[in-house]
Nanobody, 126 residues
């Protein structure tokens, strides 16, 4: 079981930027696929982005393509979500998730992930 801790959330105006971090306790972090999900208040948790073990492949939900960038630094056991051109509809609690690569087929389904952080709040004002 890997422990995940998100940081970097906050309040930002529309059009602004934030970078979220997800730090893992596991030294074999490179064995895990990492996903970012978000959950607006009163709604279901939804996929945002995912990245393969060594960062060679990424996937994004359509509404964040071109605005968000997922990356990772395995030497630091950390994954990132750089968010630019933020919109009020991006307001949500953002969660980091990780799963051993051999257990993942898609990377975009929350049911594929066993390891979750507690989340960090992102609020975008108009």
């Amino acid at each position: 079981q890997v422990q995940l801790v998100e940081s970097g959330g906050g309040l930002v105006q529309a059009g602004g930027s934030l970078t979220l971090s997800c730090t893992a306790s596991e030294r074999t972090f490179a064995a895990y696929i990492v996903g970012w999900f978000r959950q607006p208040r009163g709604e279901e948790r939804e996929f945002v982005a995912s990245i393969t073990r060594h960062g060679d492949s990424t996937d994004y939900e359509d509404s964040v393509k071109g605005r968000f960038t997922i990356s990772r630094d395995n030497a630091k056991n950390t994954a990132y979500l750089q968010m630019t051109s933020l919109r009020p509809e991006d307001t949500a609690v953002y969660y980091c998730a990780a799963q051993r690569a051999f257990k993942v087929s898609s990377g975009s389904r929350r049911t594929e992930y066993d390891n979750w952080g507690r989340g960090t709040q992102v609020a975008v004002s108009s």
